[in-house]
């Protein structure tokens, strides 16, 4: 089978191959300190996916790299402060400061995001056989977090000021409408994220959650459905608690820190959603043993695989050992 139809295999339930779809994801960080190695995963295991082009016709008001030491500014106008080169830096100073969001005005919604070449990702979709991911991946509960500083966010929505409630309606719309023009082109799948999990808990109640940010990522997900393309989102620590909200919604796949969780108790989810990954980057690919790896990827097969609901999927990151990281896709493959 091509990428794309191993993917949607996998994502069905009907993968009678046997083989997950791979995926490696690399920070900067690995690919300037382990080149090598990043080469010869990818030429050993050739990853069954394949990201569209995102050329705007306008360019946005970011400046600087995120993954340099320094100072960058995102599309919405935050301002990150980078002092490790290859991850992506904290914002030490809100753009909005007032309390009650008076000072909302701040914030730059990055509408030049609508007006990309639409034939250009076409294109690539044509002359492909990987399965393509979007060019765009809304992230409403982070986003907020860098415009606001994460404490700040937390005591706002304990009693939210109505600027900010009319900030996430008009965010909201923002990200919907995003959606729908990529779900017009011919990729297979949109995605969304927020990280949304400490080491053993979700960072805010599960009912919050689900009253303020559950219904987002509802339409998300129902945009996607009903322009028959997949949905997949990112979300790292400990979310148990909303895993089963987001398979009864139809979200097709979730990249998740599963080992955090604790592989068994995701067992009554599987082939109800597929594991995008991912293996465990805090402790098994920076200090397992070549047999610690194996015996994690065989957990995951034996607990969640059913026709599918797997992808061999794990970050490169700092930390992480290079023949580890090629030992879990090389695992996968046997």
Same mark, same amino acid.
């Given at each position: 089978?091509?990428?794309?139809? %191993?993917?949607?295999? *996998? ?16 920070? &900067? ?12 995963? #990818?030429?050993?295991? &050739? ?18 790299? /995120? ?11 935050? %301002? ?14 809100? %753009? ?10 701040? @914030? ?23 399965? @393509? +991911? ?15 500083? *994460?404490?700040?966010? !937390? ?9 900010? #409630? ?20 011919? @990729?297979?799948?949109?995605?969304? +994220? ?11 109640? /599960? ?7 559950? &219904?987002? !990522?509802? $339409? ?20 148990? $608690? ?5 398979? $009864?919604?139809?979200? $097709? ?31 098994? %690919? ?7 790896? #194996?015996?994690? @990827? ?19 990151? /700092?930390?992480?050992? &290079? ?12």
């Amino acid at each position: 089978m091509s990428g794309r139809e %191993l993917v949607n295999a *996998t994502l069905e339930f009907r993968n009678k191959s046997g083989r997950a779809p791979r995926q490696l994801w690399t920070l &900067p960080w690995a690919e300037w300190n382990h080149g090598d190695m990043i080469e010869k995963i #990818r030429q050993d295991f &050739p990853s069954d996916f394949g990201g569209a082009p995102c050329i705007l016709k306008e360019a946005t008001i970011e400046e600087g790299d /995120p993954y340099r030491n320094g100072i960058y500014r995102d599309p919405w106008g935050c %301002l990150f402060t980078n002092i490790h080169e290859g991850v992506i830096g904290e914002v030490k100073d809100p %753009l909005v400061k007032d309390d009650d969001w008076e000072d909302v005005e701040n @914030v730059h919604i990055p509408r030049e995001w609508l007006d990309f070449d639409r034939e250009a990702v076409n294109d690539y979709c044509r002359n492909t056989d990987l399965f @393509v +991911m979007c060019g765009c991946c809304p992230r409403p509960f982070e986003q907020l977090q860098f415009i606001r500083k *994460t404490e700040n966010l !937390y005591m706002d929505l304990m009693e939210i000021p109505d600027k900010l #409630r009319e900030f996430m309606k008009t965010m909201h719309a923002f990200y919907c409408e995003l959606l729908e023009e990529w779900a017009k082109t011919e @990729v297979d799948a949109l995605n969304f +994220m927020d990280d949304w999990g400490a080491q053993n808990s979700l960072l805010i109640h /599960p009912n919050l959650w689900r009253e303020l940010f559950k &219904p987002m !990522y509802r $339409d998300y997900i129902d945009i996607a459905k009903r322009h028959g393309k997949k949905i997949f989102m990112h979300s790292d620590g400990y979310i148990l $608690d909303i895993l089963p909200d987001l398979a $009864d919604m139809g979200l $097709d796949a979730i990249n998740s820190q599963i080992f955090c969780m604790g592989v068994e108790k995701l067992a009554p989810l599987a082939g109800k959603i597929t594991f995008w990954g991912e293996m465990d980057r805090q402790h098994l %690919l920076v200090e397992g043993t070549t047999e610690d790896i #194996r015996n994690a @990827v065989k957990k995951v097969r034996e607990t969640l695989w059913k026709d599918g609901g797997c992808i061999a999927q794990c970050e490169f990151g /700092p930390g992480a050992k &290079p023949e580890n990281v090629y030992e879990m896709f090389k695992a996968w493959q046997e």
